[in-house]
């Protein structure tokens, strides 16, 4: 992994050497800091003990080259990484942040992280066996992207909250799952990119403008993947508000309620939904005068549309032609 050349060593990646001239980070360069790091054009100039603490390639780099006496301007060990700059910025950001040295997300100060902070996480902790560093950063995915339908119900949204992770970035977490392995995460944001339309291909920039897009296959799951979406959806549209069992309710006001509410699904439904086979429905209908379902009739409803809910997310691997072992 780690190759040297005079007094500098590289780390083997997948970004380019930049040919442009180097700057110093505005903020991540300590003046009597021990290790620079040289990523595209950037030089980070951070303290070597701390980053060996938090990685374990970069401890056993403890005996990479020293400078010679004619690189004078190189006072400390230099290590190229081929990844980018704005990666690196995120990570040693947080280490070199004293505030977030136990638990960086989420915090008082970062309650909603970003998609581009966590993907650095978790792409650099990869490579470089930051465990502390990866761990944080995807149990918060994990947390979000998760295999238990009650706590996708808790969090009540598709993504994270905060206006930095938003739907075009279930792209960057597939990507981010096929790089690790933890293909937990994949069910919930696949089912998130087949929500997309057409714009799936363009990906979504990074603020360095890098773009990110799902890779080739992953598209042609997505496509393979929506018309079983879409149809485990629609059922869900029609049949939740299906007639009870004979019996059940003698109530004219439930039997027109359902009929009410039966109609109204089934119109949704004729507008091609974005798939949600999970989706959650709205039992009372509007107007003061309108008939309303009884309370036992609401409890024999929801536990209809909880059934449904638990098979469909139980399907979801298998409709989106993925194998999730434990799921
Ligand atoms: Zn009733």
Not at 29 to 33: L, Q, R, S, V
């Given at each position: 992994m780690l190759t040297s050349d005079a007094s500098e060593a590289t780390v083997k990646g997948s970004v380019p050497a930049d040919r442009a001239p180097r700057k110093k980070d505005e903020k991540l360069?300590?003046?009597?800091?021990t290790l620079i790091i040289v990523a595209q054009d950037t030089e980070f100039r951070v303290y070597k003990g701390q980053l060996e603490r938090r990685s374990e390639v970069f401890k056993d780099m403890s005996s990479f080259p020293q400078p010679t006496a004619d690189c004078a301007d190189s006072p400390c060990p230099v290590v190229h990484v081929t990844d980018f700059a704005r990666e690196w910025r995120h990570v040693l950001g947080l280490i070199f942040d004293p505030d977030d040295?136990?638990?960086?997300?989420?915090?008082?100060?970062?309650p909603h992280p970003s998609f581009e902070l966590i993907s650095a996480c978790v792409r650099l902790g990869h490579k470089y066996a930051m465990t502390s560093t990866y761990q944080a950063a995807m149990a918060y995915l994990k947390d979000h992207f998760t295999t238990s339908f009650s706590v996708f119900q808790k969090h009540g949204s598709w993504v994270p909250e905060g206006d930095d992770f938003g739907l075009v970035h279930t792209i960057g977490v597939v990507n981010l799952a096929r790089l690790t392995g933890?293909?937990?995460?994949?069910p919930m944001a696949l089912l998130e990119c087949c929500r997309k339309g057409a714009d799936i291909v363009l990906g979504f920039t990074y603020s360095d403008g890098e773009r990110e897009t799902l890779v080739a296959e992953d598209v042609g799951l997505c496509f393979a993947a929506k018309d079983k979406l879409i149809a485990a959806t629609i059922l869900a549209y029609v049949n939740v508000f299906g007639p009870l069992p004979a019996g059940d309710c003698k109530l004219e006001d439930c039997r027109r309620a359902l009929g009410l509410l039966s109609q109204s699904t089934s119109r949704k439904a004729l507008s091609c939904p974005s798939p949600n086979p999970i989706i959650s429905f709205n039992y009372t209908l509007p107007g003061a005068t309108t008939p309303q379902l009884c309370e036992d009739c609401r409890t024999t409803i929801k536990e209809r549309e909880r059934r449904r809910q638990l098979a469909n997310w139980k399907a979801l691997p298998s409709m989106l032609g993925i194998d999730v072992p434990a799921w």
């Open positions: 360069w300590f003046n009597d800091g040295e136990q638990s960086p997300f989420p915090t008082a100060r970062r933890e293909r937990t995460l994949l």
